[in-house]
């Protein structure tokens, strides 16, 4: 591993030095495609992002792909409900390898205003692993790009090797996750006991 | 745990079949095909299960339900002014005439006057709330014959002008939550309205390129002109309303029809439509435009001072007495009502909505029947549904 110092040093003198991870991590950030996919009003939104005013195409995310198989990047726009819950782990399963979730606004986290509804998932990371959560009802598109730089910042840090690297160079790390089906009175199951882990509180 | 593997639903059509020009007769597979709920074109999480044969619908059934958020339920354990901001949600295109209708069926409900200036804000507030669904829907429609992008990017620039508007407002860029029963929730920013002022004179020049890049445009016109064909009696006896309907020829407009608010003191044309197909209820939606502009234009001008909410409007302890009401106004996507009953709780004990977008798109088979899979996006494209309001 290179000092940094010594790096700077030499981009200076016009020597750029890398590591293969840092390559790999730096072209893997600027290209997160996503799956043009929306759910309900956030969908608007980061549409709004996608056109000129926001122009998401700045952070190298402006290609929508309609197709699962070509996307990196799930926005979660707006409200799950108990119909949807089960097609969209599916399109979640369906895309490869290195994927992630962003799990946009209110209802997409919690349920958010339709919490008390009887037809709402009550947040999407009971199904599936959400990387970047933004609050918001919906959330304005400067709060997806931010979401979008958060999401680049934690690629770029990620190990590439060792026991700390990402699900998509683990072998043993689940890459599809359960689609739950119609039960007499909710989906079945409600949720994934190995992601969703609620903190027990005692008063 | 697993997938689902769905047996076969029966088949409830029936095989036709067909003869070539030489008279013999041919078998086809007919294709089911499932578009949505995720798909490019179905403008939401809506599916369509379409039974092609060849690239002919023979039969199209929509899918609705996946976007259902229990909106009525949630409004009936709420109290009014709690389902207010839910209102901002079903059709999250236009939230602030959802407000309208709402706080006018309660205003009904209630006996409640509304202020002048308040009546003036709200037909400023959703004369521009048109403006801008109507060119992002022109965008979409667009967008689904396959000009990606550049039309859709032009509508943005404009709506997003008038969202700048809306959040200066009522400080949301898209659920506004601004209306309230007997009036509007604050008044207008300082120089709110020259800044209206300003966009509604320079939407023109932006509509008339608009309109010289497409009006013409051979594309354009070869995939709408006798595309998605409705004929005025199915329009009628189906309840369509809003510019479905003008585009059929029917002369219904409840800003002309019922008069709420002070839609009697402006002078607007209604255009209507001939042959009822897709490019027809394109043109209306420009056309209309145009009216709202013009609406706008006198508004602006006419604005008079005083409050925005009926002193004796009370926000707290809201308890309308035992009655019903319904409240209806024209929404951009057509007639959007709330129908209420109050038993003298401080809850309605019946919320229901009249969604245009849900009623409008039930004769979508009838309009795509007999076309090609490619128009039949075209088709549900021209009927501008959102989704927030089909499932509520």
């Known amino acids: ?203 | 745990m697993s997938i689902a593997t769905a047996s076969p639903a029966p088949r409830n059509y029936e095989v036709i079949p067909k003869t070539s020009p030489d008279g013999l007769e041919l078998e086809g597979e007919l294709l089911e095909v499932a578009m949505g709920p995720q798909h490019p074109s179905t403008h939401g999480v809506f599916r369509m299960d379409v039974v092609l044969d060849g690239e002919t619908v023979v039969k199209l059934k929509p899918v609705f339900g996946y976007l259902h958020r229990n909106h009525e339920k949630i409004a009936e354990n709420t109290s009014y002014l709690g389902s207010m901001p839910y209102t901002d949600r079903l059709d999250y295109f236009c939230s602030l005439t959802n407000n309208w209708a709402y706080a006018l069926a309660v205003e009904r409900l209630a006996g409640l006057q509304v202020p002048e200036r308040a009546q003036f804000i709200r037909v400023i507030t959703a004369e521009l709330t048109r403006l801008q669904n109507h060119t992002s829907v022109c965008g979409f429609l667009l967008q689904d014959m396959g000009a990606l992008g550049t039309p859709l990017m032009y509508a943005f620039r404009e709506r997003e002008k008038i969202l700048d508007l809306f959040e200066a407002l009522t400080g949301a860029r898209m659920m506004c939550n601004y209306m309230r029963f007997g009036g509007c929730r604050c008044d207008l920013p300082p120089g709110w309205l020259d800044r209206v002022q300003k966009i509604v004179d320079d939407f023109p020049r932006f509509l008339d390129s608009y309109e010289a890049m497409l009006n013409t445009n051979e594309i354009l016109l070869a995939r709408t002109q006798g595309v998605g064909r409705l004929s005025r009696a199915l329009a009628i006896s189906a309840g369509i309303t809003g510019p479905m309907l003008r585009a059929c020829g029917v002369d219904y407009d409840i800003r002309k029809v019922d008069r709420y608010g002070i839609y009697d003191r402006f002078e607007f044309r209604i255009p209507l439509g001939e042959q009822g197909d897709v490019y027809d209820r394109y043109m209306i939606r420009l056309l209309e435009i145009r009216e709202s502009l013009k609406i706008l234009q006198q508004a602006l001008k006419a604005v008079p001072g005083g409050p925005v909410i009926d002193p004796k409007a009370k926000l707290r302890g809201f308890r309308p007495k035992a009655g019903e009401a319904y409240g209806r106004i024209e929404g951009p996507k057509g007639e959007l009502g709330f129908y209420l009953i109050s038993d003298g709780s401080p809850n309605p004990y019946r919320y229901r909505v009249r969604p245009p977008s849900l009623i409008n798109l039930t004769i979508l088979e009838d309009m795509c029947l007999g076309q090609s899979v490619a128009d039949a996006v075209v088709t549900l494209g021209s009927v501008d549904i959102v989704l927030g309001e089909v499932d509520r």
């Open chain 1, 1 to 203: 591993m290179i000092e940094e110092g010594l790096k700077n040093e030499l981009a200076k003198q016009g020597v750029v030095v890398t590591t293969i991870q840092e390559l790999y991590n730096w072209g893997r950030s600027n290209s997160v495609w996503p799956l043009s996919f929306g759910l309900a009003c956030c969908a608007i939104e980061m549409m709004a992002a996608s056109m000129a005013k926001w122009d998401i195409a700045r952070f190298g995310s402006e290609v929508f792909r309609p197709s699962p198989r070509q996307a990196d990047l799930m926005i979660v726009a707006g409200t799950v409900t108990k119909k949807m819950a089960p097609q969209v782990v599916r399109l979640y399963n369906q895309m490869p390898e290195p994927k992630y979730i962003i799990a946009m606004g209110a209802c997409a986290i919690s349920g958010g205003p339709f919490k008390q509804g009887y037809n709402v998932l009550k947040g999407i990371d009971r199904l599936l692993p959400v990387d970047i959560h933004i609050p918001g009802c919906p959330p304005r598109p400067e709060a997806l790009l931010h979401a979008l730089i958060t999401l680049q910042k934690k690629i770029e840090s990620q190990v590439l090797t060792g026991p700390n690297r990402p699900r998509h160079l683990d072998a043993a790390a689940p890459s599809e996750f359960p689609v739950p089906e119609f039960g007499e009175h909710d989906i079945v199951p409600a949720m994934n006991p190995q992601l969703w882990k609620p903190r027990l509180v005692v008063r």
